[in-house]
T-cell receptor, first 111, second 114 residues
Framework: DAKTTQPPSMDCAEGRAANLPCNHSTISGNEYVYWYRQIHSQGPQYIIHGLKNNETNEMASLIITEDRKSSTLILPHATLRDTAVYYCIFWGSGNTGKLIFGQGTTLQVKP | EAGVTQFPSHSVIEKGQTVTLRCDPISGHDNLYWYRRVMGKEIKFLLHFVKESKQDESGMPNNRFLAERTGGTYSTLKVQPAELEDSGVYFC????????????FGQGTRLTVV
């Protein structure tokens, strides 16, 4: 299965931008990069996804490098409610339709 | 629109008993997925339905687990007989399409086998 590498944990001050990196050097041309998060005891929540171009929605921005081997999720103004485990995932690998969750990054937003 | 609904939210059963988990996907979503997280481990894929057909069941741990989706609407996941290692949180997700789309997750069913 396709692999992503994320730092296990990060801290961010409330109101500041949170930048969460992800390495995915084995990504293939037709695989999308997805970001999900899991807030304690809830089901995973979709954040954003992209293929080549940078993407932005009401929750976050996704910056994908030109070689597509890494990406960064940006939460522009982190709040305490953004404290969660953030997962960087491939979708499209092998056309199976399943999400492969890794360990993710635990983001702690501090007052 | 209503989200993905899972029932029950919690279940405590004894080893050897049977438990059935239910998932109601978002209306119109042909794709339905089951995942689970056991204590301290990553969220793992179990299987994927497209309508009533099993598209991928490569993550099902063994034949004590049986998933069904009759009529392509709601799905059930039965564990029979339950073992201690089956304890964990079982998530269901649904999506309209298989690719380039958002998957919506339910709140999960926390299963405890004692």
């Amino acid at each position: 299965d396709a692999k992503t590498t994320q730092p296990p944990s990060m801290d961010c001050a409330e109101g500041r931008a949170a930048n969460l990196p992800c390495n995915h050097s084995t990504i293939s041309g037709n695989e999308y990069v997805y970001w999900y998060r899991q807030i304690h005891s809830q089901g995973p929540q979709y954040i954003i996804h992209g293929l080549k171009n940078n993407e932005t929605n009401e929750m976050a921005s996704l910056i994908i490098t030109e070689d597509r081997k890494s990406s960064t999720l940006i939460l522009p103004h982190a709040t305490l409610r953004d404290t969660a485990v953030y997962y960087c995932i491939f979708w499209g690998s092998g056309n199976t339709g399943k999400l492969i969750f890794g360990q993710g990054t635990t983001l702690q937003v501090k007052p | 629109e209503a989200g993905v609904t899972q029932f029950p939210s919690h279940s405590v059963i004894e080893k050897g008993q049977t438990v059935t988990l239910r998932c109601d996907p978002i209306s119109g979503h042909d794709n339905l997925y089951w995942y689970r997280r056991v204590m301290g481990k990553e969220i793992k894929f179990l299987l994927h339905f497209v309508k009533e057909s099993k598209q991928d069941e490569s993550g099902m741990p063994n034949n004590r687990f049986l998933a069904e989706r009759t009529g392509g609407t709601y799905s059930t996941l039965k564990v029979q007989p339950a073992e201690l290692e089956d304890s964990g949180v079982y998530f269901c997700a649904s999506s309209r399409f298989r690719m380039n789309t958002e998957a919506f997750f339910g709140q999960g069913t926390r299963l405890t086998v004692v």
